[in-house]
């Protein structure tokens, strides 16, 4: 095995984490469907892929590098918001604590000499950085709004629209 058991143990904790943010995104992509935001609900069920990629990532690393996969229950996600800005804070505060154990990750991968790990990680340090800091955005924007969610919609449909192009 090119890891240590203990990076073996928190990589595994880490799919574990990817896993329940994927679902906790769900839960909001459908929580936001029932509040008809459907271009919401849509950008929510993207992150959710994306967190799910996340954990695949991470998960074909570890067998990658001779390591055991152990998977883990995945937590019941919090079902009922009462607005949309709930939901968007709460997909902030996930990403920051997602950022912070990614963050430790790569301070244990410096501590063993892990160079293997080390590099493996760089791609989710950027990739959260970039997270937090959409996350971000748009949780200022749905302040700015307001009760006017309509335009929080229109506003990401056309964020959307533009990554595809
Ligand atoms: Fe997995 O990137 Fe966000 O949390």
């Not at 769900?26 to 992150?47: E, H, I, P, T, Y």
């Not at 990532?57 to 009922?80: C, F, N, R, S």
């Not at 955005?137 to 056309?158: C, F, P, S």
Request: hydrophobic share 45%.
């Amino acid at each position: 095995m090119m890891i240590s058991t203990t990076m073996n143990a928190k990589l595994n904790d880490q799919i574990a984490a990817e896993f329940a943010a994927a679902h906790a995104y769900l839960a909001m992509s459908c929580a936001l469907d029932r509040m008809a935001l459907k271009v919401l609900a849509q950008r929510f069920l993207k992150q959710h892929d994306e967190e799910r990629e996340h954990a695949m990532k991470i998960l074909h690393y570890v067998q990658e590098v001779g390591g055991t996969v152990t998977l883990d229950a995945v937590a019941k996600p919090k079902k009922d918001y009462k607005n949309v800005e709930a939901i968007v804070s709460t997909a902030l505060q996930n990403e920051k604590d997602i950022t912070a154990k990614i963050n430790d990750l790569m301070t244990l991968a410096e501590s063993e000499k892990d160079y293997a790990t080390r590099s493996f990680l760089e791609w989710f340090v950027d990739e959260q950085v970039e997270e937090v800091s959409s996350m971000t955005d748009l949780l200022n924007v749905v302040k700015l709004a307001g009760d006017n969610v309509l335009q929080v919609e229109a506003m990401v449909r056309h964020q959307m629209l533009a990554e595809k192009t």
